[in-house]
């Protein structure tokens, strides 16, 4: 399984900016798939994630209500829609997938196996 995460970019606080990640594989619908982030000086930090598709969806509490994970198992792509982006969501962001299957949403990363390169979002005032 292969991930190319894309999108990233400079954006002004309150706009917007969809993320995409490509991945490889056959089953993808059956796939966990999500995006994670990295922020400056902090650990990497779950940002949002599908158990498989349409199957739960969880937020991290600081983007519920802004982001949106979406799936289009036609094209093998998961995408990240971020809206009312704030000076706080500057970061590397990474696309994950676990192959494997879970109960619940895992928010460690551990819990995920395949990783895309990271696209770097900045926000600015």
């Known amino acids: 399984v292969q991930l190319q995460a894309s999108g990233g970019g400079l954006v002004q606080a309150g706009g917007s900016l969809r993320l995409s990640c490509a991945v490889s594989?056959?089953?993808?619908?059956?796939?966990?798939a999500g995006w994670f982030r990295q922020a400056p000086g902090k650990e990497r930090a779950f940002v949002a994630a599908e158990r498989y598709s349409g199957g739960d969806i969880g937020y991290a509490d600081s983007v519920k209500g802004r982001f949106t994970i979406v799936r289009d198992n036609a094209e093998n792509t998961v995408y990240l829609q971020m809206n009312s982006l704030k000076l706080e969501d500057t970061a590397v962001y990474y696309c994950?997938?676990?192959?494997?299957?879970?109960?619940?949403?895992?928010?460690?990363?551990?819990?995920?196996?395949?990783w895309g390169q990271g696209t770097l979002v900045t926000v600015s005032s």
């Open positions: 994950v997938v676990r192959t494997k299957a879970m109960l619940g949403i895992p928010t460690t990363p551990v819990a995920y196996d395949y």
């Open positions: 594989g056959r089953t993808f619908s059956s796939y966990a």
